[in-house]
C-alpha cells in the first residue's frame, strides 16, 4: 500500500479551512486509521494541523504514544473497568456514560490524587453511547461529589447525518443536545469542549462545531456517504478531498486455459473462450473481500481492467488477461487507485460488494506493508 503525505496533507488543511482557527480538530484514527496504518497516518495527520486524535480504546491509545506522538488522545470507545487507572495515569481524554465506570472513578482518582479527562457522552437518538436525560441528575451529582473527575468535554453523536440530503432527524438531535447542556450548566457544570460534528457534519453544518470537531473518514480522502457529497453540492460548499491510499500487487503466474475449463475453488467459473490467465498475490485474509467473487468487479493490470475469475481464494486471485498483450510475473496490478487512465475507488469496490467505503479500506490487513510517498 502506498499512503500520499501530500493528500494527506491536503485533506486536513481542508478541514481546517472549514471549521477556522481556534477550534480543536480531533481526527479519528481508529481502525488502524481506517485501514491505512496508524503509525504512518497520524504523523501526517497532525503535520497536516490536526490538534488532537480520535481512537475507539485503549489499545489504540497505548498505540499512538508508543510511536512518540504526543498530541492529545481522546479515546471514543469503551474502556473496560480494570482499564481505567491506566487511562487515567496516561492522561488520555474518555467517553464516560456509565454508573460502573463513575464508580471505578471516584475510586481511582482518590487513591491517585490526579484527575480524570472525562467526555460526558449524551444520549440524543443514537441509542448507542450516552446518558439519558433522566440521568442527568445523577451525572451532575457523580461530578460534584468528585473533584478530580474532571468534565473536559460533552459531545452527542448524530444517527442520520450521512446517509441523507434530509437534515431533520440531525437538526432534532442537535437541539436535544443543547438542551441537555442547559441543564449541565444549571447544575453547575461547564465542559472546556463541546462537540457533536463528524465528517459530514463538519463539511455541512458549521452549527455543530461548537469549539472541537471529530471528523473520520474525510482525512482519508473519501466521502462520508453519496448524500453527503450530493448536500454540499446543494449547498454550495465548495470542497475537495483527495484519497490518500493506493493499493498494489503483484503478478505470480501467467498461464493459457482453453475454453470450457473451471477457474478456482468450486468451479463456479468457466472460461467462455482460450484465455490468458493471471494469478495475483491477494486474497481474502489480505482484506480483499470474497464477496467480490463473480461480481463483475476487476482490477487493473498494464492500465487496463483485469475482470476477476471465479472465487477469491485466501491469499490468491485469478483474473482476466485475454485482452492484456504482454503481461508478465511481478508486474504492478492496482486494487484501489489509478493506472494509465483508469481508477478504482474505494467506493468501486464498495459498490461491487454491497458495502461501504469505510469497510472496504478498515478490512485491508494490518500486516500488509504501507509506505508514504
Not at 500500500?1 to 481546517?16: I, Q
Request: with cysteine; hydrophobic share 40%; net charge negative.
Amino acid at each position: 500500500m502506498e499512503l500520499s503525505r501530500e493528500n494527506a496533507l491536503h485533506n486536513v488543511g481542508t478541514l481546517r479551512e472549514l471549521v477556522g482557527e481556534g477550534r480543536v480538530i480531533c481526527s479519528v484514527v481508529k481502525a488502524n486509521a481506517y485501514g491505512h496504518g496508524v503509525k504512518e497516518m497520524a504523523p501526517l495527520i497532525l503535520e497536516g494541523g490536526a490538534d488532537w486524535l480520535g481512537v475507539d480504546s485503549l489499545a489504540e491509545a497505548l498505540e499512538i504514544r508508543a510511536n512518540l506522538v504526543s498530541a492529545p488522545v481522546y479515546i471514543m470507545g469503551y474502556i473496560e473497568l480494570n482499564e481505567l487507572e491506566t487511562a487515567v495515569k496516561e492522561g488520555f481524554h474518555f467517553v464516560v456514560y456509565n454508573r460502573e465506570t463513575f464508580d471505578r472513578l471516584k475510586e481511582i482518582t482518590e487513591r491517585l490524587g490526579i484527575p480524570a479527562l472525562t467526555h460526558l457522552k449524551l444520549e440524543t437518538g443514537t441509542n448507542r453511547q450516552g446518558v439519558r436525560d433522566g440521568d442527568l441528575p445523577r451525572v451532575i451529582q457523580s461530578y460534584r461529589e468528585n473533584a478530580r473527575m474532571k468534565l473536559a468535554g460533552v459531545s452527542t453523536h448524530f444517527a442520520n447525518i450521512e446517509d441523507t440530503t434530509d437534515p431533520s432527524y440531525a437538526e432534532g438531535q442537535q437541539e436535544e443536545f443543547n438542551r441537555m447542556i442547559s441543564v449541565l450548566k444549571d447544575g453547575g457544570l461547564e465542559p472546556e469542549f463541546t462537540h457533536c460534528a463528524n465528517s459530514a457534519a463538519t463539511i455541512l453544518f458549521p452549527q455543530t462545531y461548537y469549539n472541537f470537531v471529530r471528523p473520520g473518514i474525510v482525512n482519508y480522502g473519501m466521502w462520508p456517504s453519496k448524500e453527503t457529497l450530493l448536500s454540499a453540492r446543494h449547498l454550495n460548499r465548495d470542497v475537495e478531498f483527495k484519497p490518500v491510499l493506493s493499493w498494489k500487487t503483484r503478478v505470480a503466474e501467467v498461464k493459457d486455459v482453453p475454453a470450457g475449463e473451471a477457474v478456482s475453488y468450486g468451479c463456479t467459473y468457466k472460461t467462455n473462450r482460450d484465455s490468458k490467465i493471471a494469478v495475483i498475490l491477494v486474497g481474502y485474509c489480505n482484506g480483499f473481500p470474497r464477496a467480490l467473487s463473480s461480481k463483475s468487479h476487476f482490477v487493473l493490470i498494464g492500465g487496463k481492467r483485469a475482470p476477476i475469475l471465479g472465487r477469491i481464494m485466501m491469499n490468491m486471485t485469478v483474473v482476466d488477461i485475454t485482452d492484456i498483450p504482454g503481461v508478465k510475473p511481478e508486474d504492478e496490478v492496482v486494487l484501489i487507485g489509478s493506472q494509465g487512465d483508469e481508477r478504482i475507488s474505494a467506493e468501486d469496490v464498495a459498490t461491487a460488494q454491497g458495502s461501504i467505503n469505510y469497510e472496504v479500506t478498515t478490512q485491508i490487513n494490518p500486516g500488509t506493508p504501507r509506505r508514504v510517498v
